[in-house]
């Protein structure tokens, strides 16, 4: 029934003054098609922790497993969209779109056959011959979650997707992406610092503390999709979320500011 | 955009050579200077066509041109080597790169006389002084623009799957192109430099012998009209190859439309 599950992550940086712990002992479970944010301050180790998930890095202690098997290396059944989209400028949009799928040795017809259809899903069909500067920061983030999707990942990790997005794109996304994952049943993990954008994404909200991060607290939401982040339970939900980590945010800025 | 400052630079062209033809001409009619020592356009311009005619010209351009042709391919294969020893070596990485730039500023001219010693005056030292020209700009390109390849790009593609030979040459590689590009240019204008240095010095044939040729016979006129060939063949392959090569990324990557004028 667990999709992805993490056991005891520990993992800090050797730094000038002694050593610095990130993540401590982290445990977690998610299910498969659950949709969880992680919501904390900014400094806290959730991108870490979103690394560590992807293989992109590696804990010092504590173990992830998908469908109960131990993983290491980085493998795209943990696919990350990255918080600048990380597309590739010498490519088109198909071509950033199917890299993966080329990569893997999808023969050409059948990659192309997959593309398009995520493509169409992101709205993107028009733009499909554009360099990645011709697109605005929105649109780029659509070819990010459709190159994510066109790997047809175990679990899609998105790392603060829509943070560099005016209020207006965020919006429409956060639509799109609530009618994605209810179309496709994805097992997703969002990392956000914006705990409105987690109250109205998620099935489940799990609150860092900060430095070293710990899981503070569980929010289990059971409001019916689609929602939207001006919902009134949404607004109340977040207003809850965030009574339990103002302290961390807190304790975030006067550190950050300190150093 | 682009397509509109073509179209102005023509005329732009057209109107700074003929300005400096117009100068050129006046000095020479007011005879500040013996003939000899300042001849006219039209003087150059027929020792021009003369060269031609009787193939000289013809001749040393080929012979610069394969000498550079093959000075620069080694110095590609080479400088690429290098600098993917020094990407591989954070040891090598760390001890040639401000080598590496030293060197660069290190006038390749000065390799003739060790040249000569070990080659003897021939082919092999001439094009061993254009790789030595070339060399170091390829090399710190190639270092330069992999190390400074973010490592998102990297983190990205090998989220995907991507490894080894596929990562290197489908990632690493496009990534670093505009750095690469941009010192394969400089490193071609070097390479130009240093062979026509040592083509005056080792006299063998080619456009710097020519050039020596003209002044041991006084003929200022050939010296012009040879400087001229030296000039419109770097042109030829700064402008056709490099800065189009140049444009092509720049555009495709968003960096900058606008091509620099003349």
Redesign the interface.
């Known amino acids: 029934m667990s999709k992805l599950e993490l056991r005891g992550i520990t993992k800090y940086y050797e730094t000038g003054n002694g050593r610095l712990l990130a993540l401590n002992n982290i445990s977690l479970t998610v299910k498969d098609g659950e949709f969880v944010c992680i919501v904390g301050p900014s400094g806290c180790g959730k991108t870490t922790l979103l690394?560590i998930i992807?293989?992109?890095e590696k804990p010092q202690e504590g173990e992830v497993l998908l469908d109960g098997r131990q993983v290491n290396d980085?493998?795209?059944d943990?696919?990350?969209v990255?918080q600048?989209g990380?597309l590739?400028?010498?490519l088109t949009v198909l071509q950033n779109v199917e890299?993966?799928l080329r990569?893997?040795g999808v023969e050409k017809g059948k990659r192309q056959e997959i593309t398009r259809r995520y493509l169409e899903m992101m709205h993107l069909s028009k733009f499909e011959n554009s360099?990645?500067?011709?697109l605005s920061t929105g649109m780029k983030q659509r070819v990010a979650i459709a190159?994510g999707l066109a790997?047809d990942p175990q679990v899609l990790l998105m790392d603060e997707p829509f943070a560099a997005l005016d209020a207006q794109t965020r919006d429409m996304l956060h639509a799109e992406l609530q009618n994605i994952h209810s179309r496709t049943r994805k097992t997703i993990v969002f990392v956000t610092h914006n705990v409105r954008e987690s109250a109205c994404l998620a099935d489940r909200v799990l609150a860092l503390t900060y430095r070293p991060a710990r899981i503070k607290k569980e929010f289990p939401i059971n409001f019916p999709r689609p929602r939207q982040i001006e919902d009134h339970f949404v607004v109340d939900t977040a207003k809850m979320i965030f009574a339990e980590i103002k302290d961390e945010v807190q304790r975030a800025v006067s550190e950050q500011n300190v150093r | 955009m682009s397509g509109k400052s073509r179209t102005n630079e023509i005329p732009d062209a057209v109107l700074f050579l003929a300005v400096l033809l117009g100068i050129w001409e006046l000095v020479y009619r007011f005879a500040i200077y013996p003939t000899y020592l300042f001849p006219s356009p039209a003087m150059v311009a027929s020792s021009l066509f003369a060269s031609i005619n009787n193939g000289l010209l013809q001749i040393g351009i080929l012979t610069s041109l394969t000498r550079l042709a093959i000075g620069y391919i080694l110095s590609i294969v080479f400088g690429a080597a290098i600098g993917l020893a020094m990407v591989k070596s954070a040891y090598l990485g760390r001890t040639l790169r401000p080598f590496g730039v030293g060197i660069q500023s290190f006038p390749s001219i000065a390799w003739v006389s060790p040249a000569i010693l070990w080659f003897g005056f021939n082919d092999y030292a001439m094009i061993f002084v254009t790789v030595m020209g070339a060399l170091f700009s390829i090399t710190l390109g190639t270092y330069d623009g992999i190390r400074n390849t973010?490592p998102?790009?990297i983190?990205?593609?090998?989220?995907?799957?991507?490894r080894g030979a596929?990562l290197f040459f489908?990632?690493m590689l496009?990534?670093a192109?505009p750095k690469i590009v941009s010192e394969l240019r400089h490193g071609w204008s070097f390479a130009w430099r240093s062979l026509i240095g040592a083509e005056m010095i080792m006299a063998t044939l080619g456009l710097g012998h020519l050039l020596m040729y003209g002044r041991e016979l006084n003929d200022l006129s050939l010296v012009f009209a040879v400087m001229i060939a030296i000039f419109a063949v770097g042109q030829v392959f700064d402008r056709l190859l490099f800065e189009k090569l140049q444009n092509k990324?720049s555009q495709?990557?968003?960096l900058s439309t606008e091509p620099i004028g003349l």
């Not at chain 1, 360099?131 to 011709?134: D, E, G, S």
């Not at chain 2, 983190?155 to 799957?161: T, Y």
């Open positions: 690394n992807a293989g992109l980085t493998s795209p943990r696919l990350m990255f600048e990380a590739f400028p010498w890299f993966g990569t893997a360099y990645v500067h011709q190159r790997m | 973010s998102t790009y983190n990205a593609a090998r989220n995907m799957g991507a596929r489908f990632v496009p990534a192109s990324i495709r990557w968003g």
